[in-house]
């Protein structure tokens, strides 16, 4: 990559609640909930952000509240320390370039010490490319595999504490 990426946070807004999508309307990016006009309904804990290229956007992601959201999974984090990865999606003219990897790890920095857990959205190759580690729900393939950022280990048991951002 010639020139890096910034990070910039869309939403949430001071008021929350169900928004309106808080990116432009792009043929870059082919998630309907990314759109202009889109409703989404969001809690005030989620976050969107757009990692811009020289100004142009080349990545957006969902920060969501990981509340609950390792319960069912054999992982061991402090609930004060989960960052969730709800969504991630890069731009169609700059994928397989470095981008997605880059905009991960300016995520990781801008939550120093805090465990980044990722649902994949069917790229496991990526997540694992990252070198984060797989964890199977309980429950087999009713739930989504988990991909959590490496300094986090597996214990004995699963807790079912709720995680709030």
Not at 32 to 61: K, N, T, Y
Not at 126 to 138: A, P
Not at 141 to 147: C, D, I
């Amino acid at each position: 990559m010639k020139q890096d990426l910034q990070i910039e946070r869309v939403w949430p807004t001071s008021d929350g609640g169900a928004v309106l999508s808080p990116f432009e309307a792009s043929e870059d990016f082919t998630q309907e909930c990314w759109q202009a006009s889109e409703v989404i309904a969001a809690s005030p804990a989620d976050c969107f952000f757009s990692f811009l290229l020289e100004g142009h956007e080349v990545v957006r992601m969902l920060i969501e509240d990981p509340a609950g959201s390792l319960d069912g999974y054999d992982v061991a984090a402090d609930p004060e320390d989960v960052v969730l990865i709800d969504f991630m999606e890069v731009a169609a003219g700059y994928r397989r370039q470095g981008y997605g990897s880059r905009a991960v790890e300016l995520l990781k920095n801008r939550f120093p010490g805090r465990t980044i857990v990722a649902i994949p959205g069917g790229d496991e190759g990526f997540w694992t490319s990252l070198g984060w580690q797989r964890y199977e729900h309980i429950q087999g393939g009713e739930k989504p595999a988990l991909f959590v950022s490496p300094r986090v280990t597996r214990v004995g048991s699963i807790t079912g504490e709720t995680l709030p951002l």
